[in-house]
């Protein structure tokens, strides 16, 4: 890799108090920032990444201006014994990685090389590469750059590409294989380096929390909305190794023109396994997160974390606060609280909050019917 060679330049500061008299100080040549002060650092070092300006520098003693860096340890190549850039390729000492040592592929500078490795792209094949070319980036979605508004080449159908660095590849894949109504559509996945790249049906619409931002709901139609989720819960709860969702809240349900109802976000879903007595990462939303997905539970995100996550969302859409807040009013109340029960095992499943929801609205419907 070549970097823009940086040397290490030794100052000699008697004022300094806090230091024996003749203390050598080491500074950056290019932002004047003091190495010796900067955390881990030793003169002794090979190449030094300076962490006021982010350049690499390369110690004098080190031979030749290109740092030769192992892809896969980061360990420098020069200094390894036998090292010569005319090799072609260099297995590296320290981890045993075969490096291509090809000058037609060095990095200008350390911020170019910092930004390769950060690529969402980075160790694509040229054949995912090339299918991915045909969606062009159109916007951010809400400002997010690993959601991105994209539009087929050819087609003009437009697209939701998203890069997802926390995300169960297996989940996406059934998904793929096995569409659920009223979920986004997964028509391509890709898998790089450091991400999963996802493109997924655009569905339009507006989402629940774009909705709260002028009006809480009616009972009815959160009711109604609710309903609509549960039916979708039913199917992914329903498999033989059921799908958690692990992320239900306001922004990742869409409500479509024709009122339809859509459930968004499977990055931070998983399979249940019954024999797991926690999460090994805990995952969700503040507030929405059942105690169980942030570690205070008696057992492993299940179901039941769903079916929390939706009496929050009741409570929200109706509202407008959470339950500690403001309660719900009337028997909705009495199903929301059952719904946050700390204890997984009270909450209701899916199909019995369901039943429960229906019910309620049939007896609201009689009311307002006979009033």
Not at 232 to 240: F, K, N, R, S
Not at 295 to 315: R, T
Not at 320 to 329: D, Q, S, T, V, Y
Request: charged residues 30%.
């Amino acid at each position: 890799m070549d970097f823009f060679e940086g040397l290490f330049k030794k100052v000699k500061n008697s004022k300094k108090t806090d230091e024996p008299e003749g203390e050598p100080y080491e500074f950056c040549p290019k932002c004047d920032a003091n190495l010796t002060l900067q955390k881990g650092y030793r003169n002794d070092l090979p190449y030094w990444i300076c962490k006021g300006c982010g350049e690499m520098l390369i110690n004098p003693e080190v031979e030749g201006d290109i740092a030769w860096i192992c892809d896969q340890c980061g360990s420098m190549l020069n200094i390894q014994e036998g090292f010569s850039d005319n090799n072609g390729e260099w297995t590296c000492t320290e981890c045993g990685y075969v490096n291509k040592i090809d000058e037609s592929e060095l990095y200008a500078s350390e911020d170019e090389f910092q930004a390769e490795q950060r690529s969402p792209y980075k160790g694509l094949s040229d054949e995912d590469t090339l299918a991915l070319s045909v969606y062009q980036d159109l916007e951010h979605i809400d400002n997010r750059p690993d959601i991105i508004l994209v539009g087929h080449r050819e087609t003009g159908r437009k697209y939701v590409k998203k890069l997802l660095t926390i995300y169960n590849r297996s989940v996406y894949d059934y998904l793929k294989d096995n569409p659920v109504k009223h979920m986004p559509t997964i028509h391509e996945i890709y898998e790089s380096e450091n991400c999963l790249i996802v493109i997924e049906e655009c569905i339009e619409g507006k989402t629940i929390a774009d909705l709260l931002e002028d009006n809480a709901f009616s009972e009815d139609r959160a009711i109604d909305i609710a309903i609509d989720i549960c039916r979708i819960l039913e199917i992914i709860h329903g498999l033989p190794t059921p799908i958690i969702h692990r992320d239900i809240k306001p922004s990742n349900i869409m409500v479509t023109p024709e009122n339809e109802t859509s459930l968004l976000d499977m990055n931070v879903a998983k399979w249940y396994d019954p024999d797991k007595t926690d999460d090994t990462r805990y995952m969700g939303t503040r507030f929405y997160a059942a105690p169980e997905q942030v570690g205070y539970g008696l057992s492993a995100s299940s179901a039941k974390s769903d079916v929390y996550a939706i009496g929050v969302l009741l409570n929200v859409m109706v509202t407008r606060k959470f339950p500690k807040e403001e309660r719900a009013g009337g028997r909705l109340w009495d199903i929301v609280e059952r719904c946050i029960s700390l204890n997984a095992d009270d909450r209701y499943s899916a199909s019995e909050l369901l039943e429960a929801l229906e019910e309620l609205r049939g007896e609201i419907h009689a009311e307002e019917t006979n009033g």
